[in-house]
């Protein structure tokens, strides 16, 4: 049932989409004929809209996957997805995965968009297929370039990507089955909106104090000698470590606490004297928290539906 | 004594019904459906429902209504617009939640019968960009019991297309859509919403037809509406509800043979000199 509610999704995704696919070919199309064969003043405003059309792509994306959540959930639609007979935990996984999908296909579409762009850039100064080799190679080997390895590199990018949805989907399937709850319901859209705030506040207030307090950090080193010396290594330069100590404590050694919270201190007075400062990771493991009891909390909101 | 099959079944062809008919209940489920019916006993009920009571707010949805439906029975629930008559519904399909009481449906929650159930809600429930094709593969997907052979050949009769998306229907062609799509599933429980809500007369009678030829004679029927006059050779027995309680619940062949006047004489007699509304 499972992978119906999925296809059921990606059904109703493909509706809203059918259109917008064909027209953004369109303008990559109109990119690598006019930026590529460096059409004056044409060429720069294809590019121009193709750069903020491939930007806006993934939050499109994802602001699609809400809207499709909320009116397949809280308006007449929802009358049917409800007494589809099939689990609140299968609706709501369905409701994930087919977001996801949508996600994924979007990602995939808008690196297409990226190398095509790329290409009419290179194609329009000249350096052709070699430019278009030599920007790709450069941008494969960021984690080289900052002396980290190849696969952890990417790896944490592909981690990034992944939570970026995953945390953007807890956050608003959490907002709007609460805002819709019985209790919420009588403000409509309000209701999600007014759970929204108050959640951001109690994120900011929890996850500044286990931003402080959480006995886990990342502990950075720049060693100034190295820069002094005219080092570009990013190896050399800093160094990276992670530690149980509360970050707090170093914020407190180097006077940053009381009168002076949240002034900004010179480099060279943190990281003199092999010096460092610790970024608490309390907030990564809130956010992930705030996943969890998200995920556990909106299955059991879908159980007490209650379309007004 | 004519059965309520002979009155359906007559109903719908427009022909008048004498006592001495025999067309027999065998003949309808014949012609009324080709997959197998369900064969629940006439003594279990398929719905029960216990002392339920919903509020929104200080304004009183439904307050401590207690009734059962047992199989085969069909159920007019009748009551002018904001009685109660959708809360009533949506409390028993487990889209709203109640105060107090409950709601069983086959010895189950509702939000585990919806196989049992077929639900036509009052307003279009189907995304409005979706073909009727689209529309009817959501309903092969998800329910076993739906007969796919039938919901075309409803289509068909109420003049509808294959490709043709729900937005650029009409609302009586929408509904008709819905409830061929609804009508089509063989169940124990049909919940019809206000199926006529909104409809021109020409329309009602293809909706009504609609239902009368699709109906399964073995399941149980609740169908809510204020266009009584229209439906009532329908009903075996009718709800009144007022102001979210139960005001009268009798069937109807006791109510005629005690008051002498149809259900929609009855309906006004009850609630238009309170009123002063008329309600046709």
New interface residues.
Partial sequence: ?LS?LI??DL??YR??VKWALPIYGLLLLSVLLTKGLSVPYLGGFTYGIAVVATIILLPAALLLSLIHYYRHFYT?????T?????T?GQRYYGKLVGAFLLYFLTSLIAIFGVLILVLAKTLGERTGLAGFGTIIRSVVSWPQQIGLNPVLGWLLVFALWLFIFIYFFATYSFCISSGMS?RLS?FSFGGPIIVYIILYIIQQIIGLLAFLFFPLSLRLSVSLDAINSGSTAVGDVLKTRIVTTMPIRRFHDLGMMGENFGQDLPAETIFANNGYIDIGLGIFLVMLAFIIISFIWTRRRL?????? | MITKFEQSTAFASGRPITSGQSITTEQIAKSAYSSTPPQPSALTPVVEVKDLTRNYGKRRGVESLSFELTAGEIVGLLGPNGCGKTTLIKLIMGLLQPDRGSVVIRGQKPQVSYNLISYLPENTYLNPALTMQEAVRIFVDFYRDFDQAKAWRMLAEFGLEPNQTLKTMSKGMQEKANLALVMSRDVPLYILDEPMGGIDPAARETILNGILTNYNPGSTLLLSTHLISDVEMLFDRVIFLDNGRIRLDRSVEELRAREGKSIDGLFREIYAPERGEYYA
Wanted: overall charge positive; proline content about 7%.
């Fill in positions: 049932m119906k296809k059921l059904r109703d509706a809203k007449n639609q929802g009358y049917l409800h007494t589809l007979p099939v609140p019985r009588r159980a007490r539906i209650d379309l007004r």
